[in-house]
Structure formats: structure tokens, C-alpha cells
């Protein structure tokens, strides 16, 4: 009687199955400008930013972006972009953010050369100003320094106008000395003239003889009535 037997291979030895991979997947991306910055959008929903690898290629200027998620299926899906970056933006300062499945890397721009010189030229320009100034107030206080005067960068009054002006002080100080000797008051204020606040001479001498001769036509008058009447 023959006896059959059996041969098998453990579970251990059959080699381990790998979940498949989906085809790659392609996100949707788009540019956002802003004055100083360049954003780049990439959606990727469904992936958290441990699974992305997020590589700059400076001699190339462009970034790559890679990575990976599980599906439901147990299958990969695969993300493998590769972005030019403008040749006007800072891909050295990239800034990195991902939030809701929405991954943003943001590029500074880069001034042009014709901007920088502006701003040098600009700077120049500011610094040759003041040290104009500074050369032409040194040269005055050199030139009052010779002249034995007080130098001062602020505008003074001119020296007939101080001249006038002590002047005028020197006369109201003698017309006040004058008034305090003479009993009255001084005010530096013009006052009216006396003449305009009293009536003439001639005004009041007419005034009196048109009165006397109002008074004698009067006595006249009352004389001839009492001739008459007796």
C-alpha cells in the first residue's frame, strides 16, 4: 500500500503582495500676483503636507513638488509636479504654508537692476544735497569766526531793520521819561489830536457874537413895545 504525501510551502516563504499604484495624479495649480510676491496654488486634496517633499532646483529655477497617499483601496497615489519659477522672483526666500488640502509657496519678487540703481541714484542724490548744506554752513561759521561774530544757521533780521527798531524803543523810553517829569501819564498808543476832540476858535467866536446879537434885537425889541404901548 503506498502512501501518499503531501508537500507544501508556508505562508512565510510566498512573497508579500505590494498595493498597486494608481496612475499618477495631477493637481490643479494656478499664479496669484501680488505688488511684491508671486504665490504659487497647488490643490491637493486628500494629502497632508508629511506627505509631500517640496524641492527647490536653484540652477534651474523651478521647484518640485512630490509625494504620496493611501487610497481606500489600499492603492498609492502619486503627485510628482515640477513648476518654472519667474525669473523676477527670489526662489532662494520661498515660503512654504499648506492648509485644507491647499499647498501655497510664496516667491518674493526681485527688484530690477534699473529699480536699484533709481534707489542708489536717489540716495546719492540726498547725500550730495547734504553735504552741500553742511559745506555752506561750515563756510559761514568759518567766515563769522574771521569776522569775530556769533555764528547761527538761522535766519537773522536784517540790521537796518534792528536799527529802526531801537530806534523807535529809545523814543517811547524819552517820551515816558518826559511825562513822568510833566506829571502825565505816557502811552506809547498815538493819541487823537486835541484839536479834533474840541470845536475850533473861530467856531466858538461866531457862536458868541451870533448870541449877543440875538440878545440885542431882543432888548430892541421890548424897548419899541413899551414905547408904544405908553
Known amino acids: ?44 486634496p486628500g494629502f497632508t503636507m508629511e506627505q509631500l517633499t517640496i524641492s527647490p532646483e536653484y540652477s ?15 492603492r498609492l497615489l502619486p503627485v510628482n509636479e515640477t513648476f518654472n519659477i519667474p525669473d523676477d522672483c527670489d526662489l532662494s526666500n520661498m515660503l512654504k504654508e499648506f492648509e485644507k488640502g491647499t499647498l501655497s509657496l510664496k516667491f518674493p519678487k526681485v527688484l530690477s537692476q534699473q529699480h536699484k540703481q533709481t534707489g542708489v541714484n536717489a540716495k546719492s542724490d540726498e547725500g550730495e544735497k547734504k553735504d552741500q548744506t553742511d559745506d555752506a554752513n561750515k563756510k559761514a561759521a568759518d567766515e563769522s569766526n574771521e569776522n569775530g561774530k556769533e555764528y547761527s544757521s538761522t535766519p537773522s533780521m536784517p540790521q537796518n531793520n534792528l536799527e529802526k527798531k531801537d530806534q523807535t524803543d529809545d523814543a517811547n ?11 502825565k501819564e505816557y502811552s506809547s498808543t498815538p ?23 440875538v440878545l440885542i434885537i431882543m432888548a430892541l425889541g421890548a424897548s419899541l413895545f413899551y414905547t408904544i404901548s405908553h
Open 1 to 44: 500500500m503506498m502512501s501518499s504525501t503531501t508537500s507544501g510551502v508556508s505562508a512565510a516563504a510566498l512573497p508579500q503582495q505590494l498595493p498597486s499604484q494608481s496612475r499618477t495624479f495631477k493637481p490643479k495649480s494656478e499664479w496669484v500676483h501680488e505688488n511684491e510676491a508671486k504665490v504659487l496654488f497647488l490643490y491637493l
Open 60 to 74: 534651474k529655477q523651478r521647484v518640485k513638488v512630490e509625494g504620496k497617499r493611501r487610497l481606500p483601496n489600499n
Open 173 to 183: 523810553k524819552r517820551a515816558a521819561d518826559e511825562s513822568n517829569e510833566n506829571g
Open 191 to 213: 493819541s487823537m489830536p486835541q484839536n479834533n476832540l474840541q470845536p475850533s476858535s473861530p467856531d466858538v467866536n461866531l457862536m458868541v457874537n451870533v448870541g449877543a446879537a
